[in-house]
């Protein structure tokens, strides 16, 4: 069964008169049209038996090519979509109940909804989707593998621009460039390049520093391909390390491998955070481990589930997600290892292959 | 009065308790200080005296650079935002009125708020805010020039990068790191280049399509520059364009420069897409001109109002938004020319300035 007709067959089960999904990603999702409508509204309309989008009649034609979507209505600028919205949905005045994806609907247009069907009563999907979403397909997974193999590309480019001299937001460029030039449309997010202690900032934004022989390089970038996510993170040095890099990469890095190590169906996702987090903690760094240990990921490049403290959500086989501890020490270093995977009877299956022993690149003046 | 100010202002006027904001784009409109939080509890907290910012962890210590917030508050990845939240505004369960910009928050944050403060009401502040942004400080105007300046510069890139044999992704690719060489660390939205016929589709993809001699090429882009976009659309001719792409050129040029033309305060949206519509339909083709003429724009490439059919909103000074009219012919052209602008008391001061004659660029083998 597809997404769509699971999603069908739960609406029959849970009495739903009818689902409202606004969400791009979740339209993609379950139709595999993909489009980014800003402030209009782009809706996706499900009965038990029927299933139709109402779009901005610029993307009409476009996503009339797409099977999962068996009636495609286009609205122009100067049209209500909520009152075509109700027309087509057929209402009889007997709507009992309405799914929605609270975690993305806004207040707006639930109080939209809720004067256009005032006796229905509404019914949040989201930890349904959510639960839908978290196991991905064997073919999801193909293209997460592709996008994984770009990341790597990715970072064997960035690595191989590194010289003296350069700045952060050359380095980001050249990597952009490079990927385009492959046929990427879009990164997963702003591709980050952070030097020496600059890197110390978790989110910090590249800029104009320039590169100095002996510092670390933090690579953390991703690719779409086809819909889908990758992320990756490496921090590799430009020049010798000093004895104190050594250790700090050596401490990560063991987190990194122990936390990935663990991951089996059964295991909580506080736990795996956990295993990177004691041995950090062991050797002295806890304080400075200041984020939870991974996210899920697909479409979005942060999905359900938090893979943090306390979480008890139970890991499962098809669910992807990263693995990415860290020591970030203000004024001297940030360190991060990141791999996303997908769970495996096995394990744990790395989307991406990039070495995580310390590389030492040659310095090019 | 900064617009902090203003908010606060109208906070004692209509007795609200608190505003809860968590639209990254408002808090950094408020306060300076812009994050992407993914799904991660972002919220600006203010009361008529004190502007508190809760904040993941790893945000905190750029946060607390900014002046306009008073206390940073950062939680980690394993506490619950919304307890923090609850002792930081002081519930003394007596909160009246809580403003939320319902255009932006979710139902499930809402629902979690609805809980905290069940006795309170909520109060939507979407158009006050929406009024209060659309009208640009100097500030923001200097900034939306440069942006513009940018954009400029990307078109004359994307020009240069045109030879017979490219794809539309490698222009694309050309564009994006020169910009990024020049300090540009987002593009507005992605950037569009479409060639001849391809461009009939106004929300079209670049992809690996190959230009050919006599081809129009459209490109669509902007920059953001410290927090604000730009946004601009010429369609040049690669090689001598036939008389019928002339024709339609011609037209579409009118169209935009008559509307243009008409912008001063006072005339209404509605009427400046008519100015535009009309001439189009007057030729013949207003079928294929199917989208509104323009949008307001500012830290988001879209923004209130719409430049469309029968929007009654009154131009005034200082507000910014594109005219864009476009023909769109399937299987034969997409031709859009597209200027932002500044409303000023002599009319419009547009952002761009490539010029919107039909540029016929050299052959290039």
């Not at 008169?17 to 379950?30: E, H, M, R």
């Not at 903690?281 to 943090?308: C, K, M, Q, W």
Request: aromatic share 8%; glycine share 8%; net charge negative.
């Amino acid at each position: 069964m597809t997404p769509l007709d699971t999603l069908k067959k739960y609406m029959t089960d849970e009495a739903l008169s009818f689902v409202y999904i606004d969400n791009p990603d979740t339209i993609a999702y379950l139709t595999g049209f993909h489009s980014t409508p800003h402030e209009r509204v782009l809706a996706l309309l499900i009965t038990s038996d029927f299933t139709q989008l109402l779009v901005p009649k610029l993307e009409e034609t476009e996503a009339s090519s797409y099977d999962a979507i068996d009636k495609v209505t286009g609205y122009k600028d100067e049209e209500n979509p909520w009152t075509i919205l109700k027309e087509i949905v057929k209402y009889d005045g007997l709507f009992s109940s309405i799914g929605i994806e609270s975690d993305y609907l806004v207040v707006d247009r639930y109080h939209q909804l809720t004067s256009l069907f005032p006796d229905a009563s509404f019914t949040s999907l989201t930890s349904y989707l959510q639960d839908m979403k978290v196991i991905k397909t064997s073919e999801e997974i193909i293209k997460m593998k592709e996008a994984g193999r770009l990341a790597d590309e990715a970072l064997r480019v960035g690595m191989d621009a590194l010289s003296t001299g350069i700045s952060e937001q050359e380095v980001v460029a050249v990597i952009e460039f490079e990927m385009k030039k492959l046929g990427v449309k879009e990164m997963s997010f702003d591709t980050m390049v952070l030097f020496g202690d600059h890197a110390a900032s978790p989110h910090g934004t590249p800029g104009e520093r320039l590169l100095q022989s002996g510092e670390f390089v933090l690579f953390d970038l991703g690719v779409v391909y086809n819909g889908y996510t990758s992320d990756v993170t490496r921090t590799v040095s430009y020049g010798d390390p000093s004895p104190e890099q050594k250790e700090l990469y050596s401490i990560v890095l063991s987190a990194q491998k122990k936390a990935q190590a663990a991951v089996k169906p059964g295991i909580t996702a506080g736990e795996l955070d956990s295993a990177a987090r004691q041995l950090i903690t062991e050797s002295g760094y806890g304080d400075y481990f200041t984020h939870r240990l991974g996210h899920g990921l697909g479409r979005s490049v942060h999905e359900y589930p938090n893979i943090a403290p306390g979480v008890t959500v139970p890991i499962q086989t098809g669910m992807c997600f990263s693995i990415e501890p860290g020591i970030y020490i203000e004024g001297k270093a940030g360190i991060r290892i990141e791999d996303c995977l997908v769970v495996t009877e096995e394990g744990a299956d790395p989307f991406t292959q990039t070495t995580k022993e310390l590389i030492i690149l040659p310095v090019k003046d």
